[in-house]
């Protein structure tokens, strides 16, 4: 059974970071893309970052590029998400999942397949 547990989210000041870590188990992250989706009060999910385990290629949403970047540690079976340059816009619950591949970031609505989700961990930018 695939299992996601997102640690590493709190209250941050604009401009500061934070580093997410979502640790999976019941399978390895080889044969899986991972990676963070967000959503904000009032709003609908939307894809943040995803990377492939199989090849390391990744997503990233206009919106985080340049500030986000996603790593994996395959020996911790672990996928990081270091946020820098935090901005009030980036306060969400961020939500670890895994799917087939980066497809299912860069199209995601309702109807796209995700095979696990975690529990979510809350982020808040704010002075």
């Known amino acids: 059974q695939m299992q996601l547990v997102e640690s590493g989210g709190g209250l941050v000041q604009p401009g500061g970071s934070l580093r997410l870590s979502c640790a999976a188990s019941?399978?390895?992250?080889?044969?899986?893309?991972i990676g963070w989706f967000r959503q904000a009060p009032g709003k609908e999910r939307e894809a943040v970052s995803c990377i492939s385990s199989s090849d390391g290629s990744t997503y990233y949403a206009d919106s985080v590029k340049g500030r986000f970047t996603i790593s994996t540690n395959s020996a911790k079976n672990t996928v990081y998400l270091q946020m820098d340059s935090l901005e009030p816009g980036d306060t969400a619950v961020y939500y670890c999942?895994?799917?087939?591949?980066?497809?299912?970031?860069?199209?995601?609505?309702?109807?796209?397949?995700?095979?696990?989700w975690g529990q979510g961990t809350q982020v808040t930018v704010s002075s």
């Open positions: 019941g399978f390895t992250l080889d044969y899986y893309t």
């Open positions: 999942a895994t799917a087939r591949g980066l497809f299912e970031w860069k199209y995601y609505s309702d109807n796209v397949e995700i095979y696990s």
